[in-house]
């Protein structure tokens, strides 16, 4: 059976439902395999767009071989192959007791499973972290090599150094072999044990070290780029019909996965980034008017300065991506500025790296893009460190402005306790998945439970901060800024 026929229901019914009544109409919403174009949609409006069949999960064949994790958690630890609990996509009471959601989207819950697809004494793993550097990339590393090793036995681990360009024989990078003692205290320490790349390889090739190493899953570990690719390298898997498993585990200091409640690394992002807040707020209680800005990550998604800024409580302005960011006027950043001066003669702001990308246009209009094809951002903390400086000159008041761009020590922090538990569980759900024959999936956490989410959809949508719901509300009623500026 090739590996795509073969698919787990994502429909739950629930027929007594149907007599209740509807609160509100749920408005018709463009087919969801269609792309679409605005990126900032609300959570509601990005569910609404998804059917049952967008969250079917491959699987490369039947299950024959009883798990060894069955004798030491238990069959009641398990799930049964094919009957696994599910979990609402949507789980707001409008949307149950709707007419049309009779039979509704659900995920499948990401645990072990009774019986597995791989003979694990037969099975060779790979492993794989790439682009940019996140907390918690080595405890996940960590933890797929101590659940494969002791729950399942599996005895041949490899981890490609480098990102995808390990997965490329031209360049030469050797695989690494990965056992226990290797990766016993790997956890300490921030990074990736593997070394990571950025840019895109050429699926064909990718596929051609798997083959020739014999892998029965490869288990990937990057943000939405990475995980675009790993779907490529599913597609070539099957043109080859090779049964390999693949399995995405999402990193991203963004947070910006969609249909995931957090990325691992996130909340070891944000507790950093609150130091250097407080760091700020000092250095602007120690002049008059003093300012203190800090710019964080955040290329589209506002998520790490929205969550340091609530942590800290001490920012004044919180500038983000998703909310446009217009400085002159009266109901500009800058006249708002003024008035937070004029009462209390100091500020914090907290800047998103993306927020404002209009004001850092290059000359000539000509943009850029890394080695992934990502735009190349322009600096928004010189661009509004200067304009902020300048007009203040202008007006003949004399203002102390301090700048902290703490992006590169924030990413490379190790794992918070707190981390360190989800990535963990992360781990050994991803080895739970792998072992039970899926593909072409990701381990993500939703209504805060572990599932099983396909990576076409995790990929379609950008996750971004809704600034009509709760995190932007709250952000707005803590620093007391406007909901929006201009």
């Given at each position: ?24 109409a ?18 509601p ?17 039947p ?6 994790v069955?004798?030491?958690?238990g ?13 609402l ?22 645990g072990?499973?009774?019986?597995i ?113 790993a ?64 710019k964080?990550?955040?290329?589209h ?19 983000i991506?998703e ?64 304009r ?39 781990a ?14 990701l ?12 990576l ?24 007391g ?6």
């Amino acid at each position: 059976m090739e590996p795509s026929r073969l698919r787990t229901s994502a429909v739950t019914t629930l027929p007594h439902l149907e007599s209740l009544a509807v609160p509100e109409a749920i408005p018709d919403t463009p087919t969801a395999g269609t792309p679409d174009s605005a990126e900032n949609l609300t959570v509601p409006e990005r569910t609404a767009r998804v059917e049952a069949s967008d969250l079917e999960i491959k699987n490369l064949g039947p299950c024959r071989y009883e798990s060894p994790v069955a004798t030491r958690l238990g069959q009641a630890a398990m799930h049964h192959v094919g009957r696994a609990e599910r979990l609402l996509l949507d789980d707001r009471f409008s949307r149950v007791v709707s007419e049309r959601a009779s039979a509704l989207p659900t995920f499948e819950l990401a645990g072990p499973r009774n019986r597995i697809f791989f003979d694990p004494t037969q099975l060779r793993c790979g492993i794989v972290t790439c682009g940019g550097l996140c907390p918690g990339i080595n405890n996940v590393v960590r933890g797929l090599v101590l659940e494969l090793t002791h729950a399942y036995g599996v005895k041949e681990i490899v981890g490609f150094r480098y990102g995808f360009e390990g997965m490329v024989a031209r360049f030469g990078h050797a695989p690494l072999r990965l056992g226990p003692e290797l990766v016993a205290s790997i956890h300490h320490q921030g990074g990736t044990l593997l070394g990571s790349s950025r840019g895109g390889q050429d699926p064909r090739e990718m596929v051609d070290t798997i083959e020739a190493l014999g892998l029965g899953a490869l288990f990937v570990i990057g943000g939405d780029g990475t995980l675009k690719a790993a779907t490529k390298i599913v597609a070539e898997l099957e043109r080859r019909k090779l049964q390999v498993a693949v399995i995405g585990i999402p990193k991203t200091i963004d947070n910006d996965i969609h249909f995931i409640d957090r990325s691992f690394g996130f909340e070891s992002a944000f507790a950093a980034a609150v130091e250097a807040i407080r760091s700020a707020h000092v250095e602007a209680n120690g002049a008059r008017n003093g300012i203190g800005m800090v710019k964080l990550m955040g290329r589209h998604s506002g998520f790490i300065a929205c969550h340091a800024a609530l942590a800290a409580t001490d920012a004044n302005f919180v500038l983000i991506p998703e909310v446009p960011l217009r400085l002159d006027g009266e109901h500009g950043f800058l006249r708002a500025l003024e008035k937070r001066l004029e009462h209390r003669a100091h500020a914090v702001i907290v800047v998103a790296e993306g927020a404002g990308q209009d004001l850092c246009a290059p000359a000539g209009g000509a943009a850029r893009t890394d080695a992934s094809g990502n735009a190349r951002l322009g600096d928004i903390g010189h661009v509004l460190r200067d304009r902020i400086n300048e007009h203040f000159r202008a007006r003949g008041t004399e203002i102390t402005l301090k700048y902290i761009d703490p992006s590169y020590q924030i990413r490379s922090v190790p794992a918070s306790p707190a981390d360190s538990v989800f990535c963990w569980n992360m781990a050994r759900n991803a080895v739970h998945a792998a072992m039970a024959g899926n593909t072409e999936m990701l381990i993500g956490r939703w209504h805060n439970r572990f599932v099983h989410v396909p990576l076409p959809l995790a990929t379609r949508f950008r996750k971004q901060v809704d600034v009509k719901e709760d995190l932007w509300m709250s952000v707005v009623e803590a620093t007391g800024q406007p909901v929006a500026f201009g």
